[in-house]
């Protein structure tokens, strides 16, 4: 079975500072790679995703992500960060074939921004 | 653009009643999702389902049951609901027929279930 691993519970970062959010996973073949953001109470954003191609992938709100496969990570990367980036943030890979894959959370790493 | 609708946004029961949670995905995809997230917890895969056939199971107690109608809306039933079941039940949708490119999960924004 698959799985995914967030090794930062919690980090908190000052405003415009770097970012970066581990991601392990364990799966066999290429994985297909998400990250989503969750902010408190609500639902979940697809930041961005990976499938095949050019490993450093572009998401949304500035947030890049680096799938190395030797190192079977997938870490998410933001240079500068702002308040409004406090969240929850959740990697996940898709499990199945072709456009069907259920999703296997991380546990997630919750980030603070300070001032 | 359309999203994938939940209802109700939360739900409040006692113990041992039953509860039934509703989705409608975006038009003209094919296959729904449920997660359930505990408190404090990543979100869990339930169930799925794809042109109406259930095309997977996760940890989904026997107490819960699922379906996805001719209309592609899918509803979630569950019964004798114990105080474990209170979490954050999401839908998600995505047109699984049109292959990996279109493998995008899109999430509703959850139902809040609370057992008292």
């Known amino acids: 079975a698959q799985s995914v691993t967030q090794p930062d519970i919690h980090i908190t970062v000052s405003e415009g500072a770097s970012l970066e959010l581990r991601c392990n996973y364990s799966?066999?073949?290429?994985?297909?790679l998400f990250w989503y953001v969750q902010s408190p109470g609500q639902g979940l954003q697809l930041l961005l995703k990976?499938?095949?191609?050019?490993?450093l992938v572009q998401g949304i709100k500035g947030f890049e992500a680096e799938f190395k496969r030797s190192q079977s990570s997938f870490n998410l990367r933001k240079p500068s960060v702002h308040w409004s980036d406090a969240a929850e943030y959740f990697c996940?890979?898709?499990?199945?074939?072709?456009?069907?894959?259920?999703?296997?959370f991380g546990a997630g790493t919750r980030l603070a921004v300070h001032p | 653009a359309a999203g994938v609708i939940q209802s109700p946004r939360h739900l409040i029961k006692e113990k041992r009643e039953t509860a039934t949670l509703k989705c409608y995905p975006i038009?003209?995809?094919?296959?729904v999702y449920w997660y359930q997230q505990g408190p404090g917890q990543d979100p869990q895969f339930l169930i799925s389902?794809?042109?109406?056939?259930?095309?997977d199971k996760g940890s989904i107690p026997d107490r819960f049951s699922a379906q996805q109608f001719s209309d592609y809306h899918s509803e979630l039933n569950m019964s004798s609901l114990e105080l474990g079941d209170s979490a954050l039940y999401f839908c998600?949708?995505?047109?699984?027929?049109?292959?990996?490119?279109?493998?995008?999960?899109?999430f509703g924004p959850g139902t809040r279930l609370t057992v008292l």
């Open positions: 996940a890979v898709g499990e199945g074939a072709g456009g069907y894959n259920k999703l296997i």
């Open positions: 799966y066999g073949a290429t994985p297909y």
């Open positions: 990976y499938f095949s191609g050019d490993t």
């Open positions: 038009p003209r995809h094919d296959t």
């Open positions: 389902f794809y042109e109406k056939m259930q095309s």
């Open positions: 998600a949708s995505n047109w699984a027929a049109g292959g990996s490119s279109y493998n995008e999960q899109f």
